[in-house]
């Protein structure tokens, strides 16, 4: 199983990013998808979840901001990020799981500055 994240960079406060996630050895359709992060010195948090049935939850720093998205078909899962602030800071992380199974990408950086 892997998962290849991409479209992490530097953008500047205010701007929008967005993350893309493609899966391979793995039908995304039969596991929950989300994002976490990690900021600098802090603990990986969850960002956002999509659950197999429909349910979406964000971290409520995120809320109206952020938006997740999957694409069973291509296998994918996005991320859009919108008006980013400095504390959006960190390197970002998909995931693709369910009970006890657990995958997670390689991690792609955000960085949040003027």
């Known amino acids: 199983v892997q998962l290849q994240a991409s479209g992490g960079g530097l953008v500047q406060p205010g701007g929008s990013l967005r993350l893309s996630c493609v899966g391979s050895?793995?039908?995304?359709?039969?596991?929950?998808v989300g994002w976490y992060r990690q900021g600098p010195g802090k603990q990986r948090e969850l960002v956002a979840i999509n659950k197999i049935l429909g349910e979406t939850n964000y971290a409520d720093s995120v809320k109206g901001r952020f938006t997740i998205s999957r694409d069973n078909r291509e296998n994918t899962v996005d991320l859009q990020l919108n008006s980013l602030q400095s504390a959006d800071t960190g390197v970002y992380y998909c995931?693709?799981?369910?009970?006890?199974?657990?995958?997670w990408g390689q991690g792609t950086q955000v960085t949040v500055s003027s």
């Open positions: 050895g793995i039908l995304i359709s039969r596991y929950n």
């Open positions: 995931y693709v799981g369910l009970r006890s199974v657990a995958h």
